[in-house]
């Protein structure tokens, strides 16, 4: 079957960047020309668009190629010894950072429709922007990602320090949003988190700090010491159970993008570093407890696989 891409807008992703756009000057003044890039003119404008505007001062990546596929071409970039995919339309007009296999999400959107239904036949919990914010005795903390999503890795370096700055004092928890959009390899880590995280919880942390610097899973259970024969049963009989309740949770709470930080049944627009989060958390409290003046970096974490890597 041939694949056809079809280009993602913000519904999916509140960190899309399909209204941004390279401009290429072409043509006399006053008319309205565009230039057809070739391959390598289709490289170097992403690579710079990329660099100046997608990425802090001190990260950059590096376009291995260009490809013309189906009109659009696909661009091979790598950041920080990581690849990623994104599209750029062959005019350098238009970038795009996801793309999307229609099969591939036909499939899936069939397989998940008993998930859709379930959420629609309960009652939301209806989280809402830039509300007045609940505040309890013990805040629930949950923070929404995709696994291989770069910026909700971003997140999850910044959030993680709050968590063990507040470790007791909140019901904090990572859970999925409710679809996949970078392949398999993100489906089959949900899962292994999933099971992780609802089955070693005391492991869990430890195996996510490892993976989020340096996107091993293997490596990352042995030196969590994940128990490997109880992951395996999990992820064989119980990782899509758990899965299905965070995607419920998700879509109830109106999640439209990775990260999403939902605080107390409010989503939050706390900055990623740590110290934003640690502040956006301990306004939740009715009483503010003595672990919140404690002092975390306030430099946001670089996208992507790697450590905090403060970008200033």
């Keep these: 079957m041939k694949k056809i891409i079809i280009i993602l807008s913000g519904l999916f992703l509140i960190l899309i960047v399909s209204t941004w756009s390279i401009t290429i000057p072409t043509g006399k003044p006053g008319k309205n020309v565009k230039k057809i890039l070739g391959p390598e003119e289709a490289r170097v404008a992403a690579e710079k668009f990329i660099n100046e505007n997608l990425l802090p001062p001190d990260i950059k990546a590096t376009v291995k190629g260009a490809i013309l596929e189906n009109n659009v071409y696909s661009i091979s970039l790598n950041v920080q010894g990581k690849d990623y995919t994104s599209y750029m339309t062959r005019d350098g007009g238009k970038f795009f950072q996801s793309g999307l296999d229609m099969a591939t999400y036909k499939e899936q959107t069939a397989a998940n429709q008993a998930v859709n239904n379930q959420a629609a036949n309960q ?134 993008g990775s990260p999403t930080l939902v605080i107390n049944g409010v989503q939050s627009n706390a900055g990623r570093d740590a110290a934003s989060y640690l502040a956006g958390i301990c306004a939740a409290f009715n009483q503010t407890p003595a672990e919140c003046s404690k002092q975390l970096s306030s430099a946001s974490p670089a996208p992507g696989f790697g450590t905090y890597n403060a970008s200033n």
Excluded: W
């Excluded at 939301?124 to 995709?146: C, G, H, R, S, Y």
């Excluded at 959009?181 to 070693?200: F, M, P, S, V, W």
């Excluded at 293997?218 to 395996?232: D, E, M």
């Design 123 to 256: 009652a939301p919990v209806q989280p809402t922007k830039n509300t007045a914010l609940v505040k309890t005795d013990k805040p629930k903390v949950e923070l929404f990602v995709m696994t291989y999503c770069p910026y909700g890795l971003q997140a999850e370096k910044g959030i993680l320090p709050a968590f063990a700055a507040l470790d007791g004092k909140i019901d904090a928890s990572v859970k999925f949003v409710h679809y996949f959009l970078h392949g398999d390899k993100e489906e089959q880590e949900t899962y292994t988190q999933a099971c992780i995280r609802d089955q070693q919880t005391a492991k869990f942390n430890n195996y996510l700090q490892c993976f989020i610097e340096q996107g091993d899973s293997a490596a990352c259970q042995t030196k969590a010491q994940v128990n490997q024969t109880k992951l395996n049963d999990c992820v064989a009989s119980k990782s899509k159970d758990y899965y299905k309740t965070d995607s419920v949770l998700s879509q109830q709470y109106g999640v439209q």
